[in-house]
């Protein structure tokens, strides 16, 4: 099983930026998928959650109105797209999977995202 997450890097307050993980090693349609950060000397907490059937989509509300999560079933990518961001935004973004079908969580090794001019 494997969760590559990819896009961080950095970018100025107001900026945009997109991550994107991709999946492999397991059935990505059939599994709920998240994005998850941690700001250094702080707890992970979710950001936004996309679901295995239908998409429905869930935001914390420090990423709602700025923050999209979708997915591409096809090729086994789920993406964040952050818009607005701020220098609080700053932390390691994580990819999570959590395959319905068995009850499994897998997460990803992380992208750093840093906001700052």
């Known amino acids: 099983v494997k969760l590559v997450e990819s896009g961080g890097g950095l970018v100025q307050p107001g900026g945009s930026l997109k991550l994107s993980c991709t999946a492999s090693g397991f059935s990505f349609s059939r599994s709920a998928m998240s994005w998850y950060r941690q700001a250094p000397e702080k707890e992970r907490e979710l950001v936004a959650r996309i679901g295995s059937v239908g998409g429905s989509t869930d935001y914390a509300d420090s990423s709602k109105g700025r923050f999209t999560i979708s997915r591409d079933n096809a090729k086994k990518t789920v993406y964040l797209q952050m818009n607005s961001l701020k220098p609080e935004d700053t932390a390691v973004y994580y990819c999570?999977?959590?395959?319905?079908?068995?009850?499994?969580?897998?997460w990803g090794k992380g992208t750093l995202v840093t906001v700052s001019s």
């Open positions: 999570n999977a959590f395959a319905t079908y068995i009850g499994v969580n897998y």
